[in-house]
């Protein structure tokens, strides 16, 4: 599982917990804006998923 929570500075910068968890878990998981979470890939990716975080974010 994965969870994103989001403080008011990342909200404001345009980021959103919900379509974060999606991209990182291609299209599995929501929530709001500020705390989202859904399951994903196998523990044996949970470290490829992480580094694509930067990626996301940067894409937004």
Do not use: F, W
């Not at 196998?42 to 990626?55: F, I, K, M, Q």
């Amino acid at each position: 599982m994965v969870v994103v929570a989001l403080n008011k500075a990342a909200r404001e910068a345009g980021l959103n917990a919900a379509s974060l968890v999606k991209q990182l878990l291609g299209g599995r998981g929501g929530g709001s804006p500020e705390l989202a979470q859904g399951g994903g890939p196998a523990a044996g990716r949970l470290a490829d998923t992480l580094a694509e975080l930067p990626r996301v974010i940067g894409g937004r």
